[in-house]
């Protein structure tokens, strides 16, 4: 099968405990996932990540996360947090 390249959102709140991540949304393609972290900032979360992730489902094989868009007041560590 042919590789898969997935865009994702992932919203963070801050919270007593520290930076918390939002459940990953979806997008059907860069420029919307992009659209969708400015608009989770404007709603009220503190930062938002777009990336994207290319590769096959089929055998559960995937690259890393490419970061395509930071949004808010996040740490440049943000990544890091993703890959725990």
Known sequence: ???ITYFVVVPFQETESGLVAEQ???CPSERS???QAR???SKGAV???AFRRSGDPNIGEYGEAV???KEGDLPD???D???A
């Open 67 to 69: 970061l395509i868009c």
């Open 81 to 83: 947090m993703l890959a």
């Open 47 to 49: 930062g938002a990540i």
């Open 77 to 79: 560590s943000v990544m």
């Open 39 to 41: 608009g989770a900032v």
């Open 24 to 26: 990953g949304i979806q």
């Open 1 to 3: 099968m042919a590789e």
């Open 33 to 35: 996932a992009i659209a």
